[in-house]
């Protein structure tokens, strides 16, 4: 797939339920929407009428287009397009990492389309660069894709000692016919995260004064192992976001959803079923 303008009324969705209140999840970098398959199925319950779920795949990444330049603005503006050619809403808009910083953009720049907010492990600030993530990139950049035989030979080549970071990093690789490709945009990635401090994607583009806070009730979960939200992020997130209340996850990582789902599927159902504002 050649990188090209997004176009905003594209992006690969999946959809659980039939009935109930819209809700949106975006994933994380080098995710897709399907990671939140087992909250979202949750959620809908055996009926699916428990809420009508729909997991996005963010542009570059999974079966979405791709993009020439990484914008979380561009990205938002996606996102919305593609939520209201579904539902005019409002969403709830659930966001992991990556995907956090996108529903923060959503909710601040398109408030009429969000409901309420849930970030999970992420904070509205620049990380300053993408260096942990670069061994990963490295390690997808050395895999030959047009020597692999099947996935097997794929998962065997690959030096990545975690088995779940393995696991999460392989299901970007797909099989066309006889050749192997990634579904995320590795290039650009690498490209975004060669520029050190500057990288977009470790930035966060709007600053509190820049904007109207965002008048939506927000749950920030993050999790009690993960370095990703620190205690001085929180003067931000208020700025932000001032109806915000965080919910920190015991023993669990950045991959809190995956970690501890049924704390996160609790969560989600309160506030599913809060009493409107």
Same mark, same amino acid.
């Given at each position: 797939?050649?990188?090209?303008?997004?176009?905003?009324?594209?992006?690969?969705?999946?959809?659980?339920?039939?009935?109930?209140?819209?809700?949106? #999840?975006?994933?994380?970098?080098?995710?897709?929407?399907?990671?939140?398959?087992?909250?979202?199925?949750?959620?809908?319950?055996?009926?699916?009428?428990?809420?009508?779920?729909?997991?996005?795949? /963010?542009?570059?990444?999974?079966?979405?287009?791709?993009?020439?330049?990484?914008?979380?603005?561009?990205?938002?503006?996606?996102?919305?397009?593609?939520?209201?050619?579904?539902?005019?809403?409002?969403?709830?808009?659930?966001?992991?990492?990556?995907?956090? =910083?996108?529903?923060?953009?959503?909710?601040?720049?398109?408030?009429? /389309?969000?409901?309420?907010?849930?970030?999970?492990?992420?904070?509205?600030?620049?990380?300053?660069?993408?260096?942990?993530?670069?061994?990963?990139?490295?390690?997808? =950049?050395?895999?030959?894709?047009?020597?692999?035989?099947?996935?097997?030979?794929?998962?065997?080549?690959?030096?990545?000692?975690?088995?779940?970071? =393995?696991?999460?990093?392989?299901?970007?690789?797909?099989?066309?016919?006889?050749?192997?490709?990634?579904?995320?945009? /590795?290039?650009?990635?690498?490209?975004?995260?060669?520029?050190?401090?500057?990288?977009?994607?470790?930035?966060?583009?709007i600053a509190p004064a820049a904007v109207e806070?965002?008048?939506?009730?927000?749950?920030?979960?993050?999790?009690?192992?993960?370095?990703?939200?620190?205690?001085?992020?929180?003067?931000?997130?208020?700025?932000? #976001?001032?109806?915000?209340?965080?919910?920190?996850?015991?023993?669990?990582?950045?991959?809190?959803?995956?970690?501890?789902?049924?704390?996160?599927?609790?969560?989600?159902?309160?506030?599913?079923t809060a009493t409107p504002a």
């Amino acid at each position: 797939m050649s990188a090209a303008a997004v176009d905003p009324g594209q992006l690969h969705t999946l959809s659980v339920g039939t009935a109930g209140p819209r809700v949106a #999840f975006l994933h994380g970098l080098f995710g897709q929407g399907r990671n939140w398959s087992t909250i979202a199925k949750a959620l809908a319950g055996p009926d699916g009428t428990g809420a009508r779920c729909t997991l996005v795949d /963010l542009p570059d990444h999974g079966r979405s287009p791709w993009s020439a330049q990484f914008s979380y603005m561009a990205y938002a503006v996606s996102v919305a397009s593609t939520l209201r050619a579904i539902d005019p809403g409002p969403w709830v808009v659930v966001g992991h990492s990556l995907g956090g =910083k996108v529903a923060m953009v959503l909710a601040l720049t398109d408030p009429a /389309l969000v409901s309420r907010l849930v970030v999970v492990d992420i904070a509205p600030k620049s990380y300053g660069n993408l260096t942990r993530f670069t061994r990963y990139m490295q390690e997808m =950049k050395r895999l030959p894709l047009d020597e692999l035989r099947d996935r097997a030979d794929a998962e065997a080549r690959f030096e990545e000692p975690d088995p779940g970071v =393995k696991a999460f990093l392989l299901q970007n690789l797909r099989r066309e016919g006889s050749s192997w490709r990634w579904q995320a945009n /590795l290039d650009l990635f690498v490209a975004d995260a060669a520029r050190g401090q500057e990288s977009a994607i470790a930035d966060f583009p709007i600053a509190p004064a820049a904007v109207e806070p965002y008048a939506g009730p927000v749950l920030w979960i993050a999790g009690g192992e993960s370095r990703y939200i620190k205690e001085g992020d929180g003067p931000t997130m208020r700025a932000l #976001f001032p109806r915000v209340r965080q919910l920190t996850v015991k023993g669990a990582s950045h991959w809190v959803h995956s970690e501890a789902p049924q704390v996160v599927i609790e969560a989600l159902r309160r506030v599913l079923t809060a009493t409107p504002a």
